[in-house]
C-alpha cells in the first residue's frame, strides 16, 4: 500500500518562504511521476509542480512559474516543493501525489492527506 506524507506546511507572511516535504513508503519511489497539488476553499483542485521520474524535467503554471521549485531525492523517497515570495492567493492544502502513467499531466493514483498553507497579507 502506497503512503504519501506531507509536511511543512504553517503560517508565513506574504513574502516569506516554506518547504514542502512529502515522504513516500513505496519501495518503487523512482518509477513514479510526482506532483504538488492544492486546493483552497471554494476552488478547484489545481497542479502547481510536477517532476518527472528522474527529477530532469519540471513543469509549472504561470501563477507559481519563477517561485516554486519541486525537487526529489530517490534515494530517500521524498519530494520537495520550495515556494518563495508567497502571496496571498498561495493559501490552500497542498497534497502531494504520485503518477504511474507517462506525462506530467493526467490522472495522479495516490494522494497524500494534505498540509495547510496559509499566507498572511
Known amino acids: 500500500q502506497v503512503q504519501l506524507s506531507e509536511s511543512g506546511g504553517g503560517l508565513v507572511q506574504a513574502g516569506g518562504s516554506l518547504r514542502l516535504s512529502c515522504a513516500a513508503s513505496?519501495?518503487?519511489?523512482?518509477?513514479?511521476?510526482m506532483g504538488w497539488f492544492r486546493q483552497a476553499p471554494g476552488k478547484e483542485r489545481e497542479l502547481v509542480a510536477a517532476?518527472?521520474?528522474?527529477?530532469?524535467?519540471?513543469d509549472y503554471p504561470d501563477s507559481v512559474k519563477g517561485r516554486f521549485t519541486i525537487s526529489r531525492d530517490n534515494a530517500k523517497k521524498i519530494v520537495y516543493l520550495q515556494m518563495n515570495s508567497l502571496k496571498h492567493e498561495d493559501t490552500a492544502v497542498y497534497y502531494c501525489a504520485e503518477r504511474a502513467g507517462a506525462g506530467l499531466a493526467g490522472k495522479y493514483d495516490y494522494w497524500g492527506q494534505g498540509t495547510q498553507v496559509t499566507v498572511s497579507s
Open positions: 513505496v519501495r518503487t519511489f523512482s518509477t513514479y511521476i
Open positions: 517532476v518527472t521520474r528522474s527529477g530532469g524535467i519540471t
